[in-house]
């Protein structure tokens, strides 16, 4: 009976409230496979950190004390950092909101494991250290990942040429958030509590935010995008930025290319206005699926893709202005 109620205790409180993340996301931004995939590798990472701990103790010769203190929350947080990045870097992160939940979960993810560890390793452990392992150590462990999500996030989309250099300030923030909890500066008991009262608030600012940020987006995107395909429609380019550019484009490309081009900058506009029209439906509580004629779409702009090149690629981004946001929502809708 003891062990359930350390289990309850040390790995309801982290999914409970990543449930509760995912729940008062009202556009769903997230898909619940993805979610629960990222669990897994938050879980892989701290299989991970246990030999990394040990070599870095070894090699460093330090004590338990000093280990837990300052190589730890440096070597964990960087096996968390990496699934966050390859999270943005394949553009599954769009939105603040996204950030926040996929980073809490790869904390959880390391905290499930690490609880289940200690639940085998040290079965006897009192109620009291599991309810610091449970409401503190594990709601730390996702609390300093989404911090360093969210900061990697808003620095990437600032500055998306140095993209690297803007994991590192979120990173040294997921440390020392890491390494003071660790100190334990206060008793435990206060400890837990100061994380746990102060993530809600965190994450309930950072919702805030990514509403209106998804509200801006599609009330200017959904605009821009509709216009430019009715241009493209029309026929009509003699007096338009897009003709100009295309007039442009016929001295470096063959012909066969430019339309492929022109046909590119169709679909991706018609797919992002699908992507932002089904994000609507859905913050009314209808979770239509993308349907085949959406796939059939995302698959001509695979092959599109590939028929325009890499150079071809590289020559529209400057008029295409492809954000994160708009990489995004073309994968939103092939998940």
Known sequence: MDLAVHALVGLLPVC??????????????????????????????????????????DLLDLEFLALTRYAAPVIEEALKGLIVLALIRNHRIGFPVDAAIFGFAVGAGFAIFENLYYLRAVPDMQLGTWIVRGFGTAMMHGGATAIFALVTHTLSEQHPARAWLAMLPGFLVAVIAHSVYNHFFLMPIVNTLLVFASLPILFTVVFQHSERSVNEWLGIGFDADAEIIELINSGDFSNSRIGTYLLSLTEKFEGPVVVDMLCYLRLHKELAMRAKGLLMMREQGFHEKPGEATKAKLEELKYLVDSIGPTGLLAMRPFLRMSRKDLWQIYMLSS
Not at 17 to 43: C, E, H, N, Q
Request: net charge positive.
């Open 16 to 57: 409970c409230f990543l449930g509760a993340l995912v729940f008062l996301d009202s556009y769903k931004l997230v898909p619940m496979r993805w979610i629960l995939g990222t669990i897994g590798f938050g879980a892989l990472a701290g299989l991970l950190s246990y030999p990394l701990n040990v070599g870095a103790s």
